[in-house]
């Protein structure tokens, strides 16, 4: 079946500038996590969302950043005013439930100028 | 702070020997651990895990040690294969069960050479 989706693969914008990042989970997985990854770094949990539940927003690095689940599939990442050391790899992942393995989409690549 | 380290940024073996890949942590609370091993340009992809409870878990090439009194585990593979040439990142949770939250360390790139 179809993996973690992620797009676009690459975005290039530019300082101040806001920035959508899209991700489709494995249909029918409940849990969803959002990580980045800097040049360099290991991979920081973001945000995660678990059905219903009030997502667990503790990773976000500012309020510059949110993240929205919508009818428990697709999420979107919203970076707003975005600096130069927002570029990063950021990467998506999926789980049957909380406390699953976690399935990794192949990440959006974002650089900020 | 760094809760799960990684010390060795790159390591290289010779194809047929012994792959060990180190990871420190510093949280006594975590209590179930992970390794991804990810190639350029993908997402990772689940290795193998090990709860709080075990000292070693095996799946065929690869078996992860737990060592909690020092807080450190370790990756061995045997024998290692060109194709296992990748990035390889431990992880921690605590509470994994209810989270799910992985924190992981910053990877280490290991080659395998023919």
């Known amino acids: 079946g179809a993996g973690v989706s992620q797009s676009p693969s690459n975005k290039v914008t530019e300082k101040g500038k806001d920035v959508e990042l899209r991700c489709d989970p494995i249909?029918?997985?409940?849990?969803l996590y959002w990580y980045r990854q800097s040049l360099g770094q290991g991979l920081e949990f973001l945000i995660y969302f678990q059905g219903n539940s009030a997502p667990d927003k503790s990773g976000l690095p500012s309020d510059r950043f949110s993240a929205e689940r919508t009818g428990g599939s697709v999420s979107t990442l919203t970076i707003q005013r975005t600096q130069q050391e927002d570029s990063a790899v950021y990467l998506c992942?999926?789980?049957?439930?909380?406390?699953?393995?976690?399935?990794f989409g192949p990440g959006t690549r974002l650089l900020v100028l | 702070d760094q809760q799960v380290k990684q010390n060795s940024p790159s390591l290289s073996v010779q194809e047929g020997r012994i792959s060990i890949l180190n990871c420190d942590y510093t949280n006594s609370m975590f209590d179930y651990f992970l390794w991804y091993k990810k190639y350029p340009a993908e997402g990772p992809t689940f290795l193998i895990s090990i709860s709080s409870i075990k000292d070693k878990n095996e799946d065929g090439r690869f078996t992860v040690f737990l060592n909690k009194s020092a807080k450190h585990l370790s990756l061995h593979i045997v024998p290692s294969q060109p194709g296992d040439s990748a990035v390889y990142f431990c992880a921690a949770s605590e509470w994994y069960g209810n989270t799910g939250k992985l924190i992981f360390g910053q990877g280490t790139t290991l080659q395998v050479k023919p």
């Open positions: 992942a999926s789980s049957p439930d909380v406390g699953e393995t976690q399935y």
């Open positions: 249909s029918g997985h409940t849990a």
